[in-house]
């Protein structure tokens, strides 16, 4: 197991992730990218195996080259708020036990997504929404890039090595990771590579979510 950050005594801060962390929005996603992609007809699988790897202007390059990105973009995110609208949601168990545990200013949402559909599913499924949203507007960098994590902690007034990150992709465990935070995966069946630890479901991990917000230290958390 890697060895986390942590100071002994500090205030702890915890920063999710929403799709696939908070939020079950996987079956959505692919919809809106299969509907995007027989919109420019492409091959929809090809497609969304792209755009799980990429970010979406990243995707359009390789996809669907003599497209105007922008076009392309603003189709996405027609589709995306319809989706928001109309699309069947559904919160991880455990997901509304937990985000109402914690102390209000104590914890934060970091999403490659935007603030209004954020809203928008957790008004549907009932979840608290902090104080403090980074969104993809939000940061000139999104992940992997460590500066949307590192954004929220500022916002909070914490020290990257009081944060906790709970991630499900790769591209946010190195986003956590690059910000000198402690990063635990949750709900895939095997662990991200680098993540400190992981756990198969958002429900395993509520327990020691709350515990480390509450201060103990993580090397006495149970590996």
Known sequence: MISEPGRPGAMRYVLFDVDGTLIDAVDNQRLVWHTWAERYGLDADEVYRVALQTRPIETFARVAPDQDPQECLAALHRLEDEDVRDGSYAAFDGAAELLNALEGGAWALVTSNYEHRVRGRFARTGLPVPKVVV???AVAEGKPSPVPYLQAAAHLGAKPEDCLVIEDAPSG????????MTVWGVNTPVAVD???RHFGSL???VRDILAFSSGARPDRLEA
């Open 135 to 137: 969104d993809a507007a």
């Open 173 to 180: 465990v190195r986003s956590g990771l690059r910000a000198g």
């Open 194 to 196: 680098g993540v400190h």
């Open 203 to 205: 429900r395993e991990a």
